[in-house]
């Protein structure tokens, strides 16, 4: 793969199904906890943390409906699980929650290896092409405020600079997508597999 398709255009326009079946996923996820936590009467401030890992579960059974091998990964401390996809053999796609707009830092080893790629406007050398490199790694951020998803972004990384994670580029694809909360059904899981109740 050319350096130059990693770029946010040639990226964006790869990932667009992708990235429109994770906002579909993330919807519903959201939606899921919020019900969960409505009938359970629970405060979604006393555990942050549950609240977020309700919508990724719910979001990784929609999304592995079309992509079989999407799987969670618990490698960035439990207020930052995400989900892992790969994407072809051009792109691998991370979803993880955000923290005021801002990427945070992995925990693991793994993880901040995750970041660590060439920049996609490299300089090249006069008479030189631009480099085959692996596959492009990017991060969906997303936040949520009340009952809405509020960020969704489509981030580059570059590695870590000064504690902090260093950005190619970075695309709010939020706008994209016309899902509405009004148009996602929750559907409680009943203990009988056979049964299932809904709610809107």
Known sequence: ??????????????????LE??????????????????ERRWDLRADPQMFT????REALEVIKAQNPDARAEDNLGA????????VGDTDVLRVW?????????????HGREFLQQVPSNALLLPG?????VKACRTILLWEHQGDAL???????????????VAIDWQDSVLQRFATRM?????????????????TS
Do not use: W
């Not at 398709?5 to 990932?15: F, K, P």
């Not at 929650?97 to 990427?103: K, L």
């Not at 996602?184 to 056979?194: E, F, L």
């Open 79 to 86: 207020a930052m699980s995400g989900l892992h996809l790969t």
């Open 53 to 56: 890992h309700t919508v990724r």
């Open 150 to 164: 509020s960020q969704l972004t489509l981030v580059r990384p570059l590695g870590l600079d000064k504690g902090v």
């Open 182 to 198: 009004d148009d996602i059904v929750y559907r409680r899981r009943a203990t009988n597999p056979n049964q299932e109740s809904q």
């Open 128 to 132: 030189f092409e631009a480099p085959d």
């Open 21 to 38: 079946l994770c906002h579909r996923a993330l919807t519903i996820g959201l939606a899921t906890a919020i019900a969960l936590h409505a």
């Open 1 to 18: 793969m050319n350096l130059q398709e990693h770029c946010a255009e040639s990226t964006l326009a790869r990932l667009g199904p992708t």
């Open 97 to 109: 929650s955000g923290s005021h707009g801002q990427v945070r830092v992995p925990t693991s080893e």
